[in-house]
């Protein structure tokens, strides 16, 4: 469980860090290809999206509010699975993903499906949060609690 949960975690902050460390535009034209948000809501989630995934990836990792963190994780991945499986439907001319930056990338039904397997992993660990939560800050403080 606490393999699966830093996996998810350093997922996401990698995600995001490749994102926050090129130019905000470069994510704005990958949201903007997906044509669901207008102007000006595209460049807000294009600049406000990597700093959540990062934050949430690193309270992950740390296990710091955990289950409040992997909720948030689960309603991005939810998020995630409806813009792309809403660009597959319309047939939009999109090549890759745009998921992690400039780091790597994937064609639209894998990363669909990837997000399907990352979701049922979130989800599973929700599910087995007491043992999520083991070598964790959540952890600790759970032990002085009881």
Not at 43 to 54: F, Q, R, T
Not at 59 to 77: D, E, K, N, P, S
Not at 95 to 105: P, Q, T, V, W
């Amino acid at each position: 469980m606490v393999f699966i949960r830093i996996w998810i975690g350093v997922l996401f902050v990698f995600s995001g860090t490749q994102k926050l460390l090129s130019p905000y535009q470069n994510f704005l034209y990958v949201i903007q290809n997906y044509q669901v948000l207008s102007h000006p809501f595209d460049v807000a989630v294009s600049i406000v999206l990597p700093w959540i995934e990062l934050i949430l990836g690193v309270f992950v990792i740390l296990g710091l509010w955990t289950h409040w963190a992997l909720r948030g994780l689960l309603i991005l991945v939810t998020i995630f699975m409806g813009v792309v499986g809403q660009a597959i439907i319309r047939n939009l001319p999109i090549k890759d993903c745009g998921c992690f930056g400039e780091g790597f990338s994937f064609p639209l039904p894998v990363t669909l499906l990837f997000d399907g397997v990352l979701w049922i992993y979130i989800a599973f660990l929700m599910i087995r949060l007491e043992r999520t939560i083991q070598f964790s800050v959540d952890q600790h403080y759970f032990r002085k609690k009881n």
